[in-house]
Nanobody, 129 residues
Framework: VQLVESGGGLVHTGDSLRISCAASGSTDRLAVMFWYRQPPGKERELVAAAHFGGNVTTVVESVRGRFTVSRGVAENTVYLQMNSLKPEDTAVYSC???????????????????????WGQGTQVTVSS
């Protein structure tokens, strides 16, 4: 499975941007696609998730109301629509697709290792003030 992100760039505060992650290859093994972001000098954080089976999507509370995640007509593509962007949204945004059995999880269930895991190369989003 290959994941290719696109759509990042330099925008101004208040602008909107849509980034996408397209999966190719053995996509039938995929169950969920996640969007993460890593701001400069900070740890990576989860932003959103979209399930390949059904139409279940979710975004984390910190961006809810500004960000939405959706699957495209080409169902192996997941979009992250970001509105009312702020300088603190500046980060490298990466997608991660997972599937198969859960191999390991920590006690909080925030960290989960799946049988199949794939990462995209990341796309830079920069929001200027």
């Amino acid at each position: 499975v290959q994941l290719v992100e696109s759509g990042g760039g330099l925008v101004h505060t208040g602008d909107s941007l849509r980034i996408s992650c397209a999966a190719s290859g053995s996509t039938d093994r995929l169950a969920v696609m996640f969007w993460y972001r890593q701001p400069p000098g900070k740890e990576r954080e989860l932003v959103a998730a979209a399930h390949f089976g059904g139409n279940v999507t979710t975004v984390v509370e910190s961006v809810r109301g500004r960000f939405t995640v959706s699957r495209g007509v080409a169902e192996n593509t997941v979009y992250l629509q970001m509105n009312s962007l702020k300088p603190e949204d500046t980060a490298v945004y990466s997608c991660r697709a997972v599937g198969g059995r859960i191999l390991w999880t920590d006690s909080s269930r925030k960290n989960v290792k799946y049988e199949y895991e794939y990462w995209g190369q990341g796309t830079q989003v920069t929001v200027s003030s």
